[in-house]
């Protein structure tokens, strides 16, 4: 899974994955539970950045705080 970032929509992340491909998510807690497909990207303006940069997003590979996990598996589990 790589991150990227575009200037153009400052409060999104865009990863992509082979096997999902391109993918779009708010820069929110939990936002990759918002994930939706991103079409229409123009690479001028992408750019790859660390993946620990989405800390709390819940996209996987990034850090989680731990007090927030299991605030997060709970609102899920509701």
């Given at each position: 899974?790589?991150?990227?970032?575009?200037?153009?929509?400052?409060?999104?992340?865009?990863?992509?994955?082979?096997?999902?491909?391109?993918?779009?998510?708010?820069a929110e807690l939990g936002g990759w539970t918002k994930r939706q497909p991103a079409r229409g990207l123009d690479p001028i303006h992408v750019r790859e950045v660390p993946l620990r940069l989405a800390f709390n997003t819940g996209i996987p590979g990034a850090p989680m705080d731990d007090?927030?996990?299991?605030?997060?598996?709970?609102?899920?589990?509701a």
């Open positions: 899974m790589k991150l990227y970032h575009n200037n153009n929509y400052p409060t999104r992340w865009f990863a992509y994955s082979p096997d999902s491909g391109w993918t779009m998510f708010p007090a927030f996990h299991a605030d997060f598996e709970l609102e899920v589990a």
